[in-house]
């Protein structure tokens, strides 16, 4: 079992920076098969959307097309990951989530059902 959580988020103007973290606890992660962990964000009346992504065998990095430029997921430790959020825009205000999983395929990576593991979410407000 995988518990994850969030920390970070808040409020800022647009064009602002904020910084997320998320930590995974409860095995050795590193023996995990194509272990990823990345976040997805879900505002007010709409579906959960990809954010990025990294897998944890070759730190490879996904990002959605609106985010890319703006947004930087790293890997900070063995456990821990960082989404950096530069240049906000209202349209980044959202709940956002860290999920982490197994076993993913490049296909699957921008997909919320193929992550097992999801933190409770943290707020990001963009406004003027």
């Known amino acids: 079992q995988v518990q994850v959580v969030e920390s970070g988020g808040g409020s800022v103007q647009p064009g602002g920076s904020l910084r997320l973290s998320c930590s995974a606890s409860?095995?050795?992660?590193?023996?995990?098969?194509?272990?990823?962990m990345g976040w997805f964000r879900q505002a007010p009346g709409k579906e959960r959307e990809f954010v990025a992504t990294i897998k944890w065998s070759g730190n490879r990095l996904y990002y959605a097309d609106s985010v890319k430029g703006r947004f930087t997921i790293s890997k900070e430790n063995s456990n821990t990951v960082a989404l950096q959020m530069n240049n906000l825009k209202p349209e980044d205000t959202a709940v956002y989530y860290c999920?982490?999983?197994?076993?993913?395929?490049?296909?699957?990576?921008?997909?919320?059902?193929?992550?097992?593991?999801w933190g409770q979410g943290t707020h990001v407000t963009v406004s003027s």
């Open positions: 409860g095995r050795t992660l590193n023996t995990f098969n194509a272990f990823a």
């Open positions: 999920a982490a999983g197994m076993g993913l395929i490049t296909s699957s990576l921008r997909t919320d059902t193929a992550y097992s593991y």
